[in-house]
């Protein structure tokens, strides 16, 4: 179900459009495009001399911001691509760009896809668990939970989600199985609250959370996509350019830390993460885990 307007507030976006410093004429890829919040305030400051190429894995959310981008009140320099952030250096070729003046990447899923109702991103949605972020490649998440092992589905949980209780919820997953395929989102949510024990009231997070995070990172390849990124980013990255990276959880951050810090191309900008101003919180609690690391392209290779 493609919704026509985005409900994805972006996250950062000053702290975003400091660190990127974009100036007319400038290029730049978003890697992760979702409602095209960053990419539009990019390509306004870029100008029609500039350009912001905005990548998504995500056919939804490609055309929810096509449109988007269409209904602005100025011409805005903005090409679009249906691919993997990690393919960026492909979606330059065809647009005969060699090098960027900045690259973003806003990781994790947008509040659109958690509005989604047959995504399954949310909890408690009537949907089927697919959880991918582009339906046309591999197999939905259901498929892999009846498909794995109750010990391959606790350490998927375990590392992904950095869930205590992951081999509890592994056995009620298969336990469920044996009745029937499970297939619903909110099969799984129910599954997750039955296996944690203590007082619901006493907990920060829905028990469904780390699951559910961790099916979702497995399915999509979530960590092999940001390692493969950092594989190519830097040489198409021009010199005194900006990569800026938003990550949600500490397995992305730990990788995104340890690659700049380990890359001798890159000065880091950020020695500690940058994280969204109380206010932020307040208006958009999504912005609550977020944390921003940058790093300039030195001169020299
Ligand atoms: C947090 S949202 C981005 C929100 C966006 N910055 C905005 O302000 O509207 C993350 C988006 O990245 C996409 N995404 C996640 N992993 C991706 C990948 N490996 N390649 C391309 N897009 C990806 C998701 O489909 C989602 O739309």
Redesign the pocket.
């Known amino acids: 179900m493609t919704e026509e307007t985005?409900v994805?507030?972006?996250?950062m976006l000053n702290e975003v459009l400091e660190a990127l410093r974009p100036q007319p004429g400038k290029a730049f890829v978003?890697?992760?495009?979702?409602?095209?919040?960053?990419?539009i305030a990019l390509a306004r400051l870029v100008g029609t001399q500039g350009l912001v190429l905005g990548?998504?894995?995500?056919l939804d959310?490609i055309n929810r911001a096509e449109k988007r981008i269409k209904s602005q009140d100025e011409p805005l320099s903005i090409r679009l691509a249906q691919?993997?952030?990690?393919d960026f250096p492909e979606a330059l070729d065809m647009l005969n760009r060699q090098r960027v003046d900045g690259i973003?990447l806003?990781?994790?899923?947008?509040s659109?896809?958690l509005a989604d109702q047959n995504r399954g991103f949310s909890f408690d949605s009537e949907g089927e668990l697919d959880l991918r972020?582009d339906t046309t490649e591999g197999a939905p998440a259901y498929e892999l939970l009846n498909r794995l092992s109750a010990e391959q589905i606790a350490d998927i949980i375990y590392k992904y989600g950095e869930e205590r209780y992951s081999r509890r919820i592994a056995r009620a997953i298969v336990e469920f199985r044996e009745e029937r395929p499970l297939r619903f989102a909110s099969e799984l949510a129910a599954i997750c609250r039955r296996s944690i024990p203590g007082p619901r009231g006493a907990m920060r997070i829905d028990p469904a959370t780390r699951t559910f995070q961790a099916i979702r990172i497995a399915v999509?390849e979530?960590l092999k996509?940001l390692e493969s990124f950092f594989d190519v980013a830097a040489e198409r990255l021009a010199p005194g350019g900006r990569l800026a990276i938003i990550s949600f959880h500490s397995l992305e951050d730990r990788i995104v830390k340890t690659r700049l810090r380990d890359d001798e191309r890159y000065e880091v900008v950020t020695r500690k993460p940058i994280e969204a101003t109380q206010e932020e919180m307040d208006r958009n609690p999504r912005s609550r885990s977020a944390k921003l690391r940058v790093a300039e392209r030195k001169f020299t290779d």
């Open positions: 985005t994805h507030l972006p996250v978003d890697g992760t495009l979702g409602g095209g919040g960053h990419t990548i998504d894995r995500d959310a691919a993997n952030y990690c973003l806003d990781l994790g899923l947008s659109d896809q972020f999509n979530e996509s």
